[in-house]
């Protein structure tokens, strides 16, 4: 009778231990959560003011991008203080007052909230300064004239409307500069992949005031770009790049016109001296570099604590979803448990019975009862296969002994005398008995793990040939022909010779005797005049060897049975002429020893092949 189990270690207990646990840990989570999200919301509030500014900054870089000067930026200071309820503030470096939306006498913050410089503008306040700290809104001499506005953007719908044509959506916007691009439903400029009848570059090529602005351009870089390109100076040039929405002005390598391949430093180094030549023709065109000073807007963060009312009412929902908790917890383990329960009872039966319980879930415990039906058949199998052994285990033996016996007993009795025939009759027996023991203590030391290998550096082809002339009087005495092929390797490879010859890494012995065993097994099952070849080859990282015979084939139903013991491809074979059925079975214990893997084709009428697998010692 199976002892009961501890009140402590049912699963139900612990299911509902656990659940208690979780649920007190959830509440106070709850309860901490709660005072948390009041105090980060305020911290959002903070973040909105902080957009704010950063909103301040980004108009005012916009200003002093498409001014010379600060002179008319008290109105937008203005109307940007009356929208955010800020103070704004604009000075020059020195302190000087250039714009301030409060009286002239009020002071100002300790501190600078940031300095406003189109030039070096901070890369998060507006989209595009990320790659040269410089605003994108400055463009400088590069802004289009009213009549190169127009024609480029009848150049953009006329570039749109082949894009139309062609399968591909667009949209025409402007840059800062007054140029029209277009761009596709991912705001890729140009659409992305352009189609063949609309790449005229017609509406990419800079006009008269872009060709003026990039030979300015060039001219203030000239220096810097001959000290990057050695002597090479004409290697650097600067361009407009027109596929990004910003402008931007870089470096073009000319290195398919020159020959010659520039290094990364030199890359660079040359857009170094893009930017700086950039800054220096922008700036006469933007605002002088300013302080921005913000009104003070960051406060204490505010320190809640729980009145008396609301640590009632969380102590309330507390205990209520603690009950909840345990009444859901024991009708979910109850059900858990259900069939725990009938594996539990199913495992205490007496093995004999092979007891099945019913799979009445999906979850891990249906995945356990499925688990357990299957050693339960195994199990039955194994008994199955074990009572066989043993009845096909004395059949083997008993089948010699007894011819030993009777010829003994006749022998002692007088009846024949102990002529040489006789007792070379009682020495095949014998000999027959030998190899059954010898095969039965193989597949013990390999069930068992202590199968020995000997294992030293092994030739493939020499291993063949041992094979071929041991069996070869064999397959001659059978009308059977033996041949042996060994496809070679181009080059050295590991530790095989210049010819390229596969190696193993095998107790050569062991070899032979699984080789031996196929071959032995081909010759029974091959006809006169067949033919039994041995092959070998390298297969990636593998030996592969390939005993293929033109006998008379497995059936496909007894495939998958080939290397179980004592089989027999023909039931009514005697042990005579069908083998003791164990070949077969140390073939796939010694190359499993060896690390690999034995497999079989066959085909009814045609003939069978034996593949081993194993690693390649090179």
């Known amino acids: 009778m199976a002892r009961p189990i ?115 503008t901070d890369t998060f306040t507006e989209p595009g300064a990320q790659r040269t700290g410089i605003d994108p809104r400055a463009v400088g001499p590069f802004r289009l004239p009213r009549a190169e506005r127009e024609r480029v953007r009848l150049l953009a719908e006329k570039r749109r409307a082949c894009f139309s044509i062609n399968g591909v959506e667009t949209a025409i916007t402007q840059m800062p500069s007054g140029r029209a691009v277009l761009v596709d439903e991912d705001g890729t400029v140009d659409g992305g992949q352009v189609p063949t009848p609309c790449a005229d570059g017609v509406l990419n090529t800079p006009t008269a005031t872009e060709e003026k602005a990039l030979a300015e351009l060039n001219t203030y870089a000239g220096d810097c770009l001959k000290g990057v390109g050695g002597k090479f100076p004409s290697l650097f040039a600067a361009t407009v790049d027109f596929t990004d929405r910003s402008m931007l002005t870089r470096y073009l390598g000319r290195k398919a016109e020159t020959g010659i391949d520039t290094t990364r430093d030199q890359d660079k180094k040359a857009q170094e001296c893009v930017d700086r030549a950039r800054r220096q023709q922008l700036e006469p065109y933007v605002a002088p570099a300013a302080e921005l000073f913000l009104g003070r807007g960051d406060s204490a963060v505010p320190h809640f604590d729980m009145s008396a009312a609301n640590k009632a009412k969380v102590t309330g929902v507390a205990g209520l979803v603690l009950a909840l908790t345990v009444a859901v917890t024991v009708l979910v383990a109850t059900r858990l448990v259900r069939p725990l329960r009938a594996l539990t009872h199913a495992a205490q039966q007496p093995p004999e019975q092979h007891v099945r319980v019913p799979v009445t879930t999906q979850d891990e415990t249906g995945i356990l009862a499925v688990a357990f039906n ?27 002994l007894t011819n030993i016996r009777g010829w003994l007993e006749v022998t002692r009795d007088g009846v ?15 000999v027959v008995l030998q190899r059954v023991i010898d095969d039965l203590q193989d597949l013990a030391a390999a069930d068992a793990g202590t199968l020995r290998l000997h294992r030293e550096p092994v030739r493939a082809d020499e291993l063949l040939e041992q094979v071929v002339a041991a069996h070869r009087v064999a397959a001659e ?131 069978s092949v034996f593949t081993l697998r194993l690693p390649d010692a090179g």
């Open 6 to 120: 501890p009140l402590r270690k049912r699963l139900l207990v612990r299911l509902l231990i656990t659940s208690v646990l979780i649920a007190i840990c959830s509440v106070a989570a709850t309860a901490w959560l709660a005072v948390e999200t009041t105090t980060r919301a305020i911290q959002e509030e903070q973040g909105q003011v902080l957009t704010e500014d950063m909103d301040i900054l980004r108009q005012l870089s916009g200003y002093a991008a498409t001014h010379r000067d600060w002179s008319g930026v008290g109105k937008t200071v203005r109307a940007l203080s009356d929208r955010t309820g800020r103070r704004i503030a604009l000075t020059a470096p020195d302190r000087t007052p250039i714009a301030d939306s409060e009286t002239r006498d009020t002071a100002l913050p300790p501190r600078a909230a940031a300095a406003v410089d189109p030039l070096h």
């Open 374 to 400: 299957d050693l339960a058949d195994r199990r039955e199998r194994m008994e199955a296969q074990r009572k066989a052994m043993v009845a096909d285990i004395a059949h083997e033996l008993r089948t010699p």
């Open 416 to 430: 024949v005398d102990p002529d040489p025939e006789l007792l070379a009759s009682l020495h095949d027996e014998a």
């Open 477 to 607: 005495g059978a009308g059977v022909r033996l041949h042996m092929s060994v496809a070679a390797s181009q080059g050295s490879h590991g530790s095989g010779d210049s010819d390229g010859t596969p190696w193993l890494d095998a107790d050569p012995v062991r070899m032979r005797q699984a080789l031996g065993n196929l071959v032995s097994n081909a010759i029974r099952h091959t006809p006169a005049d067949g033919t039994i070849t041995l092959s070998c080859r390298r297969q990636d990282d593998e030996v592969v060897f390939e005993v293929a015979d033109t006998g008379s084939g497995i059936a496909p139903e007894d495939l998958p049975s080939v290397f179980e013991r004592f089989w027999r491809a023909e039931k009514s074979r005697s042990r005579r002429t069908g083998g003791s059925g164990l070949g077969l079975s140390i073939v796939r214990q010694l190359v499993t020893a060896h690390g690999g893997t034995v497999t079989v084709t066959s085909e009814l009428g045609t003939g």
